[in-house]
């Protein structure tokens, strides 16, 4: 099980949704990394909001963010 490893934006934004929980936002590059992690794999920093409703923000953030290759998806009807 990779799940972090999927490159599918939309995807890894909607499993952040499903597991809040599970994960932080980065104060240092507003990544979203696992709550696991005691440093920033992007930024190295150690600072982190780990509130369920930052985490969801974000990740709402990274699945509307347009996407540089035109993919369709269907996730939305
Ligand atoms: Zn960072």
């Known amino acids: 099980m990779k799940l972090l ?3 599918d934006r ?13 994960y932080k936002v980065c104060l240092g590059c ?22 369920v409703e930052e985490v969801l923000k974000q990740a709402k953030e990274l699945a509307l963010r347009p996407q ?6 269907d996730l939305l009807g």
């Open 10 to 22: 939309p995807l890894k934004a909607i499993r952040i949704m499903a597991m809040p929980y599970k």
């Open 30 to 51: 507003d990544s979203i990394v696992s709550a696991k992690v005691s440093t920033c794999p992007n930024c190295h920093s150690y600072r982190f909001e780990q509130s």
């Open 68 to 73: 540089k290759s035109v993919t369709t998806f």
């Open 5 to 7: 490893q999927i490159e």
